[in-house]
C-alpha cells in the first residue's frame, strides 16, 4: 500500500476509504454520550392539557439524539465533514440490494441543495436503507454512511476518561440511545 501511495504520489481510493470507521449512527450516539458538546435537554415531564393524551403525562425522549443529528447535518452540508457512502444506481431496480454501488464514494456538497439526511435511518447502522433523501426523483440517494472517527473527535472533543468513569461506574448513569425506555 505504501509503496502504491509513494508511486502514484496521492492516496488510493482504497487507502481513503479505509480511515472512514464511524458510521452516522455511532457518530450520533458518540456526540451524545461521549463528547464534551452541549446538547438540547428534554423538557420536564408535565400533563397534557388538551387533546387525546389530555391527563396523561408528557415525557420527551430522543431530545439529545435530535440535536446531534442536526448538528452532524449541518456539519455534513457546510463541507465541515466529509462523509463517504454506497450510491444508488439509476434507474432502481425491483431488488434493493442490487441497485447499489459497491464502492464507497463521498458526497458532493452540490447534493445537500436538494438532498439531506433521513431522520430515522440515520439512527440504524445499515447498507440497504437509504440514508439520504431527495426532493428531485432523479437524484440518487445514499446508503451506509460512514465518517472519519479524527474528523468527528476533532469536531466534538471526546469527554475526559475519569469523567466517563465517574458517570458511567460512580452515578451509574447509562449511556442514552434514542430508542431506550426512560
Not at 481513503?16 to 464534551?36: G, L
Not at 432523479?138 to 472519519?148: E, S, V
Request: hydrophobic content about 35%; proline content about 7%; aromatic content about 8%.
Amino acid at each position: 500500500m505504501r509503496v502504491i501511495r509513494h508511486l502514484a504520489g496521492k492516496p488510493s481510493t482504497l487507502d481513503e476509504t479505509a480511515r472512514y470507521d464511524m458510521p452516522i449512527a455511532k457518530a450520533i450516539d458518540y456526540t451524545v454520550n461521549d463528547s464534551t458538546q452541549k446538547l438540547k435537554r428534554p423538557s420536564p415531564p408535565r400533563i397534557a392539557d388538551c387533546g387525546p393524551a389530555k391527563g396523561h403525562l408528557l415525557i420527551e425522549k430522543g431530545a439529545e439524539h435530535s440535536d446531534a443529528f442536526c448538528l452532524v447535518a449541518e456539519k455534513a452540508i457546510s463541507g465541515d465533514i466529509r462523509i463517504l457512502d454506497r450510491r444508488e444506481c439509476l434507474p432502481i431496480n425491483a431488488n434493493p440490494n442490487s441497485n447499489l454501488e459497491c464502492l464507497l464514494r463521498g458526497i458532493d456538497k452540490a447534493y445537500w441543495r436538494t438532498g439531506s439526511l433521513d431522520f430515522f435511518s440515520c439512527f440504524h447502522e445499515t447498507v440497504n436503507i437509504p440514508q439520504t433523501a431527495v426532493s428531485n426523483i432523479a437524484d440518487p440517494r445514499y446508503t451506509g454512511l460512514m465518517l472519519n472517527s479524527r474528523e468527528v473527535r476533532r469536531l466534538w472533543e471526546p469527554q475526559a476518561t475519569l469523567r466517563k468513569f465517574f458517570e458511567r461506574k460512580i452515578l451509574r448513569r447509562p449511556r442514552l440511545s434514542y430508542w431506550s425506555a426512560p
